[in-house]
């Protein structure tokens, strides 16, 4: 019952947020398409959201930062700018519970800032389950059509659970892998960009650090020496284990692989 009366409460502010962000949103099979023909990708889910309009606010492996919080906007708002080299993802539209909880407390904030661009949104869930659950094989077959053959560079953060599955990841040519740290990773951002500057036998960056991975996604992808290939890719290990092994929801897994 507080759920529809939520819904009802919020019916104009969640009409207005569908509006704004389903009308220019690529598809979750579109986004991968076009990543894999050469755009790197960032994505927002609820915790880059808040981190960026609630300064209170802080995730478990994150502490909220003036700084990280500029960035992230900063990339919302230049977007036309940069959006021949990334694709910029929003969630999917929810009415859930979290998500109209976001919405009631956001929306006035957040809606100005997309407004501020033209440009198409990618899909934030192409790494999280429900991409899997709608495309099943056809996912599992286009992610890997990204990384077929190429030299791939994984940056997570050290002892994450990330895991280079064959099913997903036994067709690229080459791969190593940088550790990052595994809670406030943002502090040493400009000490991992300098080493994978001086990276130069890697065709793509594969990216799982969180709201840390969004910016430094748009970092690598508009470096002034040459932009990389970068994408961030969460938790799309986790999402094809919850979908194809019947293993836990990402949420449900600790922030750490366990030893």
């Given at each position: 019952m507080l759920e529809v009366l939520g819904r009802i409460g919020l019916r104009d502010t969640l009409a207005d947020a569908r509006t704004v962000i389903q009308s220019r949103q690529l598809s979750m099979m579109e986004t991968v398409k076009q990543v894999a023909e050469g755009k790197s990708v960032a994505r927002w889910g609820d915790g880059e959201i808040k981190l960026m309009l609630q300064p209170e606010f802080d995730l478990m492996y994150q502490k909220a930062l003036p700084a990280l919080a500029a960035e992230l906007e900063a990339m919302l708002t230049s977007y036309d700018e940069n959006s021949s080299k990334i694709i910029l993802a929003m969630p999917t539209f929810f009415s859930s519970r979290l998500w109209m909880g976001i919405f009631a407390e956001n929306w006035h904030l957040l809606k100005p800032i997309l407004e501020e661009s033209q440009s198409k949104w990618g899909n934030t869930h192409v790494s999280r389950p429900l991409f899997f659950q709608r495309h099943g094989h056809e996912a599992v077959?286009?992610?890997?059509?990204?990384?077929?053959?190429?030299?791939?560079?994984?940056?997570?953060g050290r002892g994450s659970k990330f895991e280079l599955l064959p099913e997903l990841f036994d067709n690229v040519a080459d791969v190593r892998r940088i550790d990052s740290e595994p809670a406030d990773a943002y502090a040493t951002l400009p000490e991992l960009k300098q080493k994978l500057r001086a990276i130069d036998d890697v065709d793509l960056f594969l990216i799982a650090l969180g709201p840390s991975g969004t910016v430094l996604a748009g970092h690598l992808s508009s470096e002034a020496g040459g932009a990389h290939h970068a994408v961030d890719i969460g938790h799309l290990a986790s999402s094809y284990l919850n979908v194809f092994k019947g293993g836990k929801t990402p949420e449900h897994l600790p922030t750490r692989a366990v030893p």
């Open positions: 077959g286009a992610w890997r059509s990204v990384w077929s053959n190429k030299r791939v560079c994984v940056i997570a």
